[in-house]
């Protein structure tokens, strides 16, 4: 019963991963990305934004979804070749498929307004104040992992990376040392996850074993 349980659990993960990770947009290249645009004006002005700044829907700034706060993009309205320079300074948007949400200013420069959405290319102008290179990804996702606590026996350390890797032969287990106050501290990590889901999905099992870690940021 709990065997079944646990392949349906791992069946849900990979079906979430699978959807979750792929993606409807195309991307030219590394600095680059095709997908559809939307905006939002009077209703959200004045609002905080994920970065904490007040929106002001008469600034030329963006929602993006991986993107840091900060990042300089160029968007353009492949419908009729008109572009604007953004700041992102939120999170979205939220539905669909849609890959930046603009102002209401933005929107009316590159004359999307009335029709509401419009397929556009976002370029990669300045990231985080600072110049990109064409090895650089902006758009990728941030990863997540999950942290098994820090141990000062090397030995410890490693009983619980077996019991890991007995867990699931497939999984990736990290070791790493590093100095604290003098001491030598092992930290132990597994898998590099897509997204928080996934990795949360992932250590609800690790749970039903005594396993369950901490997720963090990557």
Same mark, same amino acid.
């Given at each position: 019963?709990?065997?079944?349980?646990?392949?349906?659990?791992?069946? &849900?993960?990979?079906?979430?991963?699978?959807?979750?990770? #792929?993606?409807?947009?195309?991307?030219?290249?590394?600095?680059?990305?095709?997908?559809?645009?939307?905006?939002?004006?009077?209703?959200?002005?004045?609002?905080?934004?994920?970065?904490?700044?007040?929106?002001?829907?008469?600034?030329?700034?963006?929602?993006?979804?991986?993107?840091?706060?900060?990042?300089?993009?160029?968007?353009?309205?492949?419908? !009729?070749?008109?572009?604007?320079?953004?700041?992102?300074?939120?999170?979205?948007?939220?539905?669909?498929?849609?890959?930046?949400? *603009?102002?209401?200013?933005?929107?009316?420069? %590159? !004359?999307?307004?009335? #029709?509401?959405?419009?397929?556009?290319? *976002?370029?990669?102008?300045?990231?985080?104040?600072?110049?990109?290179?064409?090895?650089?990804?902006?758009?990728?996702?941030?990863?997540?992992?999950?942290?098994?606590?820090?141990?000062?026996?090397?030995?410890?350390?490693?009983?619980?990376?077996?019991? %890991?890797?007995?867990?699931? @032969?497939?999984?990736? *287990?990290?070791?790493?040392?590093?100095?604290? @106050?003098?001491?030598?501290?092992?930290? %132990?990590?597994?898998?590099?996850?897509? !997204?928080?889901?996934?990795?949360?999905?992932?250590?609800? %099992?690790? @749970?039903?074993?005594?396993?369950?870690?901490? &997720?963090?940021?990557?």
């Amino acid at each position: 019963m709990i065997y079944n349980r646990k392949c349906i659990l791992l069946s &849900v993960i990979i079906f979430l991963f699978i959807g979750l990770s #792929q993606t409807t947009i195309a991307q030219d290249s590394n600095q680059t990305q095709t997908g559809t645009a939307s905006w939002y004006g009077s209703k959200y002005h004045g609002r905080k934004t994920s970065s904490g700044e007040r929106y002001n829907k008469n600034e030329m700034t963006a929602a993006h979804n991986t993107l840091p706060f900060g990042t300089k993009v160029k968007v353009t309205n492949l419908a !009729n070749n008109e572009s604007v320079v953004l700041r992102i300074n939120d999170r979205g948007p939220f539905v669909g498929n849609r890959i930046i949400d *603009v102002s209401e200013v933005a929107a009316r420069k %590159l !004359n999307m307004h009335k #029709q509401g959405v419009a397929k556009v290319q *976002v370029e990669v102008l300045e990231l985080e104040g600072k110049g990109i290179s064409k090895a650089d990804d902006p758009f990728k996702p941030n990863t997540y992992t999950i942290q098994f606590g820090a141990y000062t026996s090397e030995k410890s350390a490693r009983e619980q990376s077996e019991k %890991l890797k007995a867990f699931d @032969k497939s999984l990736t *287990v990290e070791l790493q040392q590093e100095q604290m @106050k003098g001491k030598k501290i092992h930290r %132990l990590r597994i898998g590099q996850f897509e !997204n928080r889901q996934y990795a949360e999905a992932f250590n609800e %099992l690790l @749970k039903e074993e005594g396993l369950a870690g901490k &997720v963090l940021e990557s």
